[in-house]
């Protein structure tokens, strides 16, 4: 999916499985049989796509080709976790996608594009053109390698258009150079190329399999059929208002107000901020955060992405509603925060107020992949970090202040930013406190191997991008003397593709689920429940699936939990009752 728009990469599959779908439907509800299908023309994509799923080909054989100068697949592609090359590694392909999806890659690169791996075009004002992946972009200049893997480096100043292509840099026609055996020998090969098990062995942290619960968690639509919501992001219950919950999407850049009735569900808009925010498929309105004495106050904060002047950003705004709290008061809004990003990937986006009143962000390395410039480890960027800020003072030319116990507040030196509470972190997308413990728990979403989830304490530096999960990821940036902190749990491909963090569980202290940790991921639409010991993993379970896609989970004022299901527009309720962790 193209508009995935947290990016870590994505399996293919949706389209064709809905698509198949549709064409049973029809075929059912017209009482007839499909036609035969004439055979695949000779050399045809349809019929290396036939071949390929009908015999079970050769890996070893497949092995050899994938460096033959005839398929060029090891000019782009690294198979061992390294990805050092234009394309993406490959290592876990074989866990990410299905055959039939790994043959779709082959044969129609361009169906579907792995974020952050699309080809970027550029027009400089002196009439130039370039494309290609563009690979890091700094303050002055953008990177980019193109097919023939020649770098182009151009001024950003420079730049009149640059916009995505719908065109993969991966070649069509890969099939063309090869026998119907040997594509297939060459699927085979793909298919095997799975997380290797040996050298995570001793990392209790990355489960190979994850038990099911045997009574899992139900999961109900919270409101009634009529009522959907257009790319739902974010949800929790209001402040002040009784029944009443809040609803903020996407790229409508609404939000709004969920009301229970008995006499049936209402919807009424809160608040719009199309005209301050830059929208678009992975962009717009990304958390809410009302303020801890909003009752007296009035105050709510947004996060959202805004390009001004051609430069991007993710700000935070402060609004107010108005006396009853039942809507923005239209007063505009007061920019609290601007924090930089260099792509419209990893951009950032949970916010939530501590136990300590003070205001949490989460920034992501802002791509495009990897991160080339090393974001995680440098504490001179707001990027790849979880920010603490004060929002109820201002100082030195600043919209908030800086807490006088953030980690780096006394820093000798001048240029570490005093805003960071920790750093290392990918893309920390949606992050909660334990009510109970305090703990700050972190879902990062990962780059090519692992999701993580973490605790997240003040200065601590979590790895990105010298580690990825448990694992060494590149040693470009690694600094020496640093401990790195490793996550609780790293999840592995086959279990899912971006992580989106959750709650502790505490709102009935006689549930089985009592203190246990639920997350989920947005592709797999897994839960999972974990508990932890001095940041040690002890227990994990599947605990249920959800309907639709995972962008994020909520909590009402007792602590109940939610999911927001962007895909369908429903907001969940996860109903503990008859489950039992165990
Ligand atoms: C010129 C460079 C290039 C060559 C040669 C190339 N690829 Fe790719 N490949 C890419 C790029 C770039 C992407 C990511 C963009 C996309 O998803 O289409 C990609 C994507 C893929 C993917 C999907 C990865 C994912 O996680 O979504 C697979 C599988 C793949 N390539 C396999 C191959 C194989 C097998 C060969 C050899 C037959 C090959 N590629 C040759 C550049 C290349």
Redesign the pocket.
């Known amino acids: 999916m193209k508009r995935f728009w947290m990016m870590g990469?994505?399996p293919?599959a949706t389209r064709i499985a809905v698509t198949t779908g549709i064409a049973l439907l029809s075929v059912v509800a017209a009482f007839t049989l499909p036609a035969a299908e004439p055979p695949a023309a000779p050399g045809s994509p349809r019929a290396y796509r036939e071949h390929a799923m009908a015999q079970e080909g050769n890996s070893e054989r497949g092995k050899k080709?994938?460096s033959d100068a005839r398929?060029?697949?090891f000019?782009?592609?690294t198979v061992d976790g390294k990805p050092v090359k234009?394309?993406?590694d490959?290592q876990t392909?074989g866990d990410?996608?299905p055959r039939a999806e790994?043959i779709r890659?082959?044969l129609e690169?361009?169906a579907?594009?792995?974020p952050g791996?699309?080809r970027t075009e550029i027009e400089t004002k002196t009439g130039e053109k370039f494309d290609g992946?563009l690979k890091s972009v700094s303050e002055t200049e953008l990177t980019l390698v193109n097919?023939s893997?020649v770098t182009n480096r151009v001024q950003k100043s420079e730049v009149k258009t640059q916009r995505s292509s719908p065109i993969?840099?991966?070649?069509e026609g890969?099939h063309s150079g090869l026998s119907l055996e040997e594509f297939t020998d060459?699927i085979a090969y793909?298919e095997v190329l799975k997380q290797p098990e040996m050298q995570l062995a001793n990392a209790a942290g990355t489960p190979s399999v994850i038990k099911r619960l045997a009574q899992p968690v139900t999961i109900v639509p919270v409101h009634d059929d009529s009522i959907r919501f257009d790319k739902p992001i974010w949800f929790g219950e209001h402040p002040t208002l009784p029944n009443v919950f809040v609803v903020a999407e996407q790229i409508t850049a609404r939000v709004w107000l969920l009301g229970k009735r008995t006499g049936g569900d209402t919807k009424t808009l809160f608040a719009d901020i199309r005209p301050e925010a830059t929208t678009g498929e992975i962009e717009g309105v990304m958390s809410i955060a009302f303020h801890p004495q909003f009752a007296t106050n009035r105050k709510f904060y947004l996060i959202h992405d805004l390009v001004e002047g051609g430069e991007r950003a993710m700000v935070v705004t402060e609004r107010i509603a108005v006396a009853d709290g039942s809507v923005d008061s239209g007063t505009p809004s007061r920019r609290i925060i601007r924090i930089a990003a260099t792509t419209e990937v990893h951009h950032g986006g949970g916010m939530v107020f501590g136990p300590d009143g003070f205001l949490y962000i989460g920034m992501g390395d802002t791509g495009p992949q990897e991160d080339p410039l090393g974001h995680g480890q440098d504490l001179h960027t707001l990027a790849a970090k979880i920010l603490r800020i004060d929002v109820n003072r201002t100082e030195a030319g600043r919209n908030y202040a800086i807490p006088i116990d953030n980690p780096f507040a006394s820093r000798p030196d001048p240029a570490v930013r005093r805003e960071i509470w920790a750093y290392g972190l990918r893309q920390p997308w949606r992050f909660s406190f334990d009510p109970m413990t305090q703990d700050l728990w972190v879902g990062d979403v990962g780059q090519n191997r692992f999701e993580e989830v973490s605790i997240v304490r003040a200065g601590e530096n979590h790895g990105w991008n010298v580690y990825e999960g448990f694992e060494l990821f590149s040693n470009a940036f690694r600094k020496e003397k640093t401990p790195y902190v490793p996550p609780i749990v790293s999840f592995r491909r086959k279990h899912g593709v971006s992580v989106t963090g959750g709650y502790v569980y505490r709102a009935r202290r006689e549930s089985s689920f009592n203190g246990v940790y639920v997350c989920g991921d947005y592709e797999s639409r897994q839960m999972w429940g974990i508990t932890q010991s001095y940041g040690k993993l002890q227990t994990i379970r599947e605990i249920g699936n959800s309907p639709a896609k995972i962008v994020s989970f909520g909590t009402d004022r007792k602590g109940e939990l939610y999911i927001v299901g962007y895909d369908l527009g429903v907001i969940y309720k996860v109903d503990f009752a008859a489950a039992k962790f165990e």
């Open positions: 990469p994505v293919k080709l994938f398929a060029l697949c000019q782009c592609h234009l394309g993406p490959l392909v990410k996608y790994l890659a082959l690169p361009s579907t594009i792995m791996y699309g992946i097919a893997l993969s840099i991966m070649p890969v060459l793909l």
